[in-house]
C-alpha cells in the first residue's frame, strides 16, 4: 500500500527486500510470514496445516478458546474467501522477550460471506478495511496464545451491515 513505511520500535534494520513499497525490518519474529499465511495460504490442506504449525503450537489459544492448525486453516481461507485482493499495512510492531505486538490495517473487495459477532455479512463489492491488534505470545519461536482486538464495527459499518442511529435533537435539559 502507499504511505510511509510502517512504524516501528526496537533495531531499525532495513531488509533488502521491500515489504508493499516500504522497507522490511529485521525482527526476531517474522511477521511477514505470518501475514503472508493468513492472506495467501497454502491450497492443499497439509501443506496449509503444516505451514501454520510452522508458526503457532497446536493447538494455539486465541483469545482463551483452543484453535487446531486446522481450524486456523478453515478461518484463513474463510478470510481469503471473503476478501479478494488482500492487502496489509502494519501500523505498529513491538517486540519484548516472548511477546509481539502486531497493530495492522487489512484491506480487501469484499466478494464472500464475512463472518462477524453480527452472523455472515453477504458480500458487497465494497472495498472495506479493518483495523487488527494482535498480542502474541511466542513459546519455542512459535505462536502460543493470541489476544486479538479487532474495529469489527468499523468493517460492519463500510460492508453497510450496519448503520449509525439519528439520535435526533438533543433533549433539553431538565432544570
Known amino acids: 500500500m502507499a504511505g510511509s513505511p510502517p512504524r516501528r520500535r526496537g533495531p531499525r534494520r532495513p ?30 490442506d497439509a501443506a496449509a496445516s503444516a505451514a501454520f504449525r510452522a508458526l503457532y503450537t497446536d493447538p494455539v489459544v486465541v483469545n482463551g478458546v483452543p484453535l487446531t492448525a486446522s481450524d486456523l486453516v478453515t478461518r484463513a481461507r474463510a478470510l481469503r474467501a471473503a476478501l479478494a485482493d488482500p492487502e496489509r499495512e502494519v501500523l505498529e510492531l513491538v517486540e519484548d ?12 473487495r469484499h466478494v464472500g460471506p464475512l463472518g462477524s459477532a453480527l452472523g455472515a455479512v453477504p458480500a458487497t463489492g465494497r472495498t472495506v478495511s479493518m483495523r487488527v491488534v494482535d498480542v502474541l505470545t511466542l513459546e519455542g519461536g512459535r505462536i502460543a496464545r493470541i489476544q486479538m482486538v479487532a474495529d469489527e464495527l468499523g468493517l460492519l459499518l463500510q460492508a453497510g451491515a450496519v448503520a449509525l442511529v439519528d439520535p435526533g435533537p438533543p433533549s433539553p435539559a431538565a432544570g
Open 15 to 44: 531488509l533488502a527486500a521491500p515489504f508493499r513499497g516500504a522497507p522490511r525490518w529485521r525482527m526476531a519474529y517474522d511477521t511477514d510470514a505470518l501475514l503472508d499465511l493468513w492472506t495467501a495460504p497454502p491450497d492443499d
Open 97 to 108: 522477550g516472548d511477546k509481539v505486538v502486531v497493530a495492522f490495517r487489512l484491506t480487501g
